[in-house]
């Protein structure tokens, strides 16, 4: 079974510039979630989507970034324009909608470098 | 404010010997802990979890304890090896409502020496 994962792995784009990170969740999870690491503190929540809904998005900075995923598979995050305070590392994860469903999967992350 | 704490950023123990790491939480309506090992440049990877109608739960060289009336739990790994040196996040999941959210810790830097 194939882990998540996540594209591209590292990112560097300047100020006022837009980015698109992407993942690709487990096949056959429903559940997928965002994460944010930033200066090497605490892994954040941004936004859990079930299958193509938005179920959560509370931990969403503001309205600088987008999320979508249409047809309940893939998904991506838009940001636009970028500032400096959201350089790091933004992780992806999913997990099933049945038991355990608390158990949520990790990809290896993007790191993101705004200058 | 933190809702799970790790206030150990990092712990050193020889090989062979027990790693103990440790977290607190503040939130009554988690009901599912998790530890997970994040090596540098990958994503943090699941290691073992324990519902919070349980005291512990072991896998392997792995076991979590969860004391409830403290709002305590620690993960125990019995013998420790080098490649088991890593960060170790602690992470909790609410019951409230529609979040599944995991909440973490800031994590443990865990060195086993040779």
């Known amino acids: 079974e194939a882990g998540v994962t996540q594209f591209p792995s590292h990112s560097v784009i300047e100020k006022g510039q837009t980015v698109t990170l992407r993942c690709d969740p487990i096949s056959g999870h429903d559940n997928l979630y965002w994460y944010r690491r930033v200066m090497g503190k605490e892994i954040k929540f941004l936004l859990h989507?079930?299958?193509?809904?938005?179920?959560?998005e509370s931990g969403m900075p503001n309205n600088r970034f987008l999320a979508e995923r249409t047809g309940g598979t893939y998904s991506t995050l838009k940001v636009q324009p970028a500032e400096l305070e959201d350089s790091g590392v933004y992780f992806c994860?999913?997990?099933?909608?049945?038991?355990?469903?608390?158990?949520?999967?990790f990809g290896p992350g993007t790191r993101l470098t705004v200058t | 404010d933190q809702q799970v704490k790790q206030n150990s950023p990092s712990l050193s123990v020889q090989e062979g010997r027990i790693s103990i790491l440790n977290c607190d939480y503040t939130n009554s309506m988690f009901d599912y802990f998790l530890w997970y090992k994040k090596y540098p440049a990958e994503g943090p990877t699941f290691l073992i979890s324990?519902?919070?109608?349980?005291d512990k739960n072991e896998d392997g060289r792995f076991t979590v304890f969860l004391n409830k009336s403290a709002k305590h739990l620690s993960l125990h790994i019995v013998p420790s090896q080098p490649g088991d040196s890593a960060v170790y996040f602690c992470a909790a999941r609410s019951t409230g409502g529609s979040a599944r959210q995991l909440t973490f810790g800031s994590g443990t830097q865990l060195t086993v020496l040779p």
């Open positions: 324990i519902s919070s109608i349980k």
């Open positions: 989507f079930v299958k193509e809904s938005k179920q959560d």
């Open positions: 994860a999913s997990s099933r909608t049945t038991d355990r469903d608390y158990e949520q999967y």
